[in-house]
């Protein structure tokens, strides 16, 4: 099962809109602390309707818990940011990978994207008057492309 993981979400309409995709594409929601919300927030229901209590949620309290518990391998991993290198259209995902995105303001933690650079994608834009898209947008797009070789 693919899943999501989310590293320090922000804003809570992004995250419910991000577990509606998960329930969408059955995949999990991976939540990684600290959370610049309550996860029992109005704002993060509202956005994820009444499919919120279809999300398969797993928090963990930091990035180094979830490597701890979970143990990704290296093919399972994919950072997306905005300056990466390789476009995400690249890799064949495998059925278990891991699409990590991180804050809404700041990104991935630098001390995530050095461990990890060689698995950074990025969404490619081919306007230079857009910095980055919106964290729920990028979020859909990725997860499409992750399972397209798998939907039947």
């Known amino acids: 099962m693919t899943s999501i993981v989310l590293v320090q979400p922000e804003i809570p309409g992004n995250t419910g809109a991000v577990g509606r995709t998960c329930v969408a594409l059955d995949m999990e929601l991976v939540l990684i602390h600290p959370l610049g919300f309550e996860i029992s927030d109005k704002r993060v229901k509202r956005s994820g309707l009444d499919y919120w209590p279809h999300i398969r949620l797993v928090e963990f309290a930091s990035w180094e ?25 690249e890799p064949d995902y495998p059925e278990d990978a891991y699409l ?14 050095e461990a990890h650079r060689a ?15 919106n964290l729920a947008n990028t979020v859909a797009a990725a997860a499409y492309q992750a399972v397209r070789a798998h939907l039947a």
């Open 65 to 89: 818990a979830f490597l701890a518990e979970r143990s990704p391998r290296v093919d399972q991993l994919y950072l997306f940011e905005e300056y990466a290198e390789r476009s995400f259209y």
């Open 100 to 113: 990590v995105f991180g804050r809404e303001t700041k990104g991935i933690p630098a001390e995530i994207i």
């Open 119 to 133: 698995q950074l994608v990025g969404l490619p834009m081919r306007s230079d008057k857009v910095r980055s898209l």
